[in-house]
């Protein structure tokens, strides 16, 4: 599975979320599992989508053919679009679903890990970091991604924001040195996204 993140900056908030319900037309799109998105919860004026397809070939496809068409509703309303795409590695938390049901916030962590460190970091990621994530109460669902050049996506879906504060506070900072996490990514940045249910398709 193909994940796709936009990060963006809205200039004109009305129009912007008027353009964003358009996007209903990537139902029946071929290779199209499901979108979501919303409000970065620190930065107001910042929007995030996540967008799942089966594969590259059907992303691509979509791409050449009806991406423009759906995209003019949003045009003027947002600028520094940042667009990065992820291959589906590994679930955090078993059997996810690109789905946006029952939940509140999503939690999006994008690392860039030193290259002589990805296996730690991947492995780390697999034995310390989902264990205690798909552990924590109102964690859904969530997935590790994969990109070029050593960056990662760590996306999980929680119940509320309050879930996902407690979880932040008790467990993150023991579970950043027992994981070595310091040693293994370059850089790192992450947002906490409120979801608008009205973008969901």
């Keep these: 599975m193909l994940v796709k993140w ?16 358009k996007w209903a037309g990537l139902l029946g799109e071929p290779g199209f599992r499901g979108q979501g998105g919303g409000w970065s919860r620190g930065r107001p004026e910042i929007a995030h989508v996540f967008a799942f397809w089966e594969s590259r070939a059907f992303y691509d496809s979509f791409m050449a053919r009806s ?15 940042r667009v990065k795409l992820f291959d589906h ?5 078993t059997g996810f ?9 999503v939690r999006v962590a994008h690392c860039k890990v030193r290259e002589d460190r990805v296996e730690h970091y991947a492995l780390m990621q697999e ?21 070029s050049e050593n960056e ?22 023991r579970l950043l ?10 850089a790192l940045s992450g947002d906490v996204v409120q979801l608008d249910p009205s973008w969901t398709v």
């Design 177 to 186: 040195l027992r994981a070595q996490t310091e040693a293994d990514v370059a």
């Design 6 to 21: 936009i990060r963006c900056t809205v200039v004109d908030r009305r129009g912007f979320e008027r353009g964003q319900r």
């Design 152 to 173: 990662f996506l760590v996306m999980s879906m929680w119940r509320s924001e309050a879930e996902h504060g407690k979880y932040r506070r008790e467990r993150v900072e």
């Design 89 to 93: 590695r590994f679930d955090v938390k």
């Design 127 to 147: 034995k310390v970091w989902n264990p205690a994530m798909a552990g924590s109460p109102g964690m859904v669902r969530g997935l590790f991604g994969e990109a």
């Design 97 to 105: 679903e690109p789905r946006f049901t029952g939940v509140d916030v």
């Design 67 to 81: 991406h423009d068409r759906l995209a003019a509703g949003q045009s003027g309303t947002y600028r520094d679009p």
